[in-house]
């Protein structure tokens, strides 16, 4: 990388939107420091799917989903509940969240993430061929399957509004044609999408560190430091940490806040109240693979996926309303492994690793992506929820055009913190 004179930025967050941000800034020839509570992949860019998730343009807050809400809300082991404990706290975001399931809005919020999408999946071939990352890829598509034709019927018009961004898929009607892509799954799945394009990384923790010795290579810095303070100065920011061994102070040019669900909390710093929550999601990893899994598998109505992870797999999803501070409740990850070991022939249930993360979600699952309104040094790049992963690239590239005060590729309208 050439040298730079410019000052540096500092990205607070090494998960995989701020350790893609940083290699995009670094591209575009500025100093980059990178501080983190905990240190690279350590939080949701560790545990998730591994899935770059292109083709799910639908955000949660959907036209009807309130109808649904109450019978989720209530189960404790649903694909979407609501602990008891946290029921007060979410209600502002809840109120958010209904308010985005308006026709119009959704219909917004559709168009917006499907441009993302599309950035997204540009930048990520980009970005796979600048750090010589297709090691690290896997190109087997996703099947998303349904229980017989009344569940099949229900998902058409999810698959019709694909279709119409340009996402490529096959819908199956046949167990003949189900096992022809995925053999030994359960009979009861008799109907299923076929999305061919959609990609996995091998291991999400292992992209995300990839990318970040890509970084320090090329000169960049990565520091464990709990922010405690952030504030815009004449000609700078300044960030006040503490290290474990004492407190510091970084001052850069700009400043990037990609901290995920802990980002609402520097907002606050400057004066921003965005209404950021959690989507705790559970898993379990399977160091080897007792089934032969040949791509993706979403069983859509359990809320759950199947992903291949090194050599072994991962059983995961659903959502939790939780918050950050609610101790984790496992017996979500067990059942997803039961309701495993009943729709995968010959999966070994045992010797798994359970994990919990915080998903940082936004009411209409569209993130923030912009520059601070109260402090224009600071750029915003956080509320990804399950698309992390799958948007980090197009997030890097339109905090790289940020960042250098040019026209991003994309509107950023969509992704503005005052629209709430």
Known sequence: MAQSTQAEIIVIGAGIIGVT???ALQADGHRVRILDRKGVAAEA?????GAFAFAEVEPLAAPGIMRKAPKWLLDPLGPLSLRPAYAAKIMPWMLHFWRATAKSRFEAAVAAQSSLMGLSRAALERLIVKVSGEPLMRREGQLQVYEGRAQFEASKPAWNQRRRHGIAFDLLESLEAIAEIQP???PRFT????????MNTVDPEAWTQHL???FVEAGGAIEIAEVLAVRQLEDGVEVVTDTGTGSGEHRGDQLVVAAGAWSHQIARMLGD???LDTERGYNTTFPTASFDLRTHVTFANHGFVVSRIGEGLRVGGAVELGGLKLAPNYRRAEILVRKAADFLQGFDPSGGTQWMGFRPSLPDSLPVIARAPKADRVIYAFGHGHLGLTQSAGTAELVRALAARRAP????APFDPRRF
């Open 21 to 23: 941000a940083a290699l």
């Open 409 to 412: 590729e994309i509107s950023l």
């Open 184 to 186: 030994g799954l359960s």
């Open 45 to 49: 860019s560790r545990g998730n799917a």
């Open 191 to 198: 109907h299923a999408g076929f999305t061919p394009d959609w």
């Open 273 to 275: 109240r965005i209404p």
């Open 212 to 214: 970040a010795r890509a």
